[in-house]
Nanobody
């Protein structure tokens, strides 16, 4: 399984970015997948997730600004980020759930449940 993120960059406050996560060797429609981020000196946190039923979940700080989506035909996960703030600055990772009891049912991204990780893409928001 390979996950490859793209789309990061530097923007000013209020700007937008769309992150993409291309996969190989993985079937999105059977498992939950999501986006995480880690800022310097902080723990990695779940940002958004989506389960195999298409149910989404977002951390409170990004609700109404970020949108997670999947293009199954392209095996690609997206994170549309609007109204970006300096506190959104972090390395962003996509991750995918491993095969285990309850696979595909949880929309809230969970580090213990996610076995496959991309290399990350940097997002920097300047004020």
């Amino acid at each position: 399984v390979q996950l490859v993120e793209s789309g990061g960059g530097s923007v000013q406050t209020g700007g937008s970015l769309r992150l993409a996560c291309a996969t190989s060797g993985y079937t999105y429609s059977r498992y939950s997948i999501g986006w995480f981020r880690q800022a310097p000196g902080k723990e990695r946190e779940g940002v958004a997730g989506i389960n195999r039923l298409g149910i989404t979940s977002y951390t409170d700080s990004v609700k109404g600004r970020f949108t997670i989506s999947i293009d199954n035909a392209k095996n690609t996960l997206y994170l549309q980020m609007n109204s970006l703030k300096p506190e959104d600055t972090a390395m962003y990772y996509c991750a995918a759930e491993s095969c285990q009891p309850g696979s595909g049912l949880w929309s809230r991204p969970s580090i213990p449940r996610y076995a496959y990780w991309g290399q990350g893409t940097q997002v920097t928001v300047s004020s």
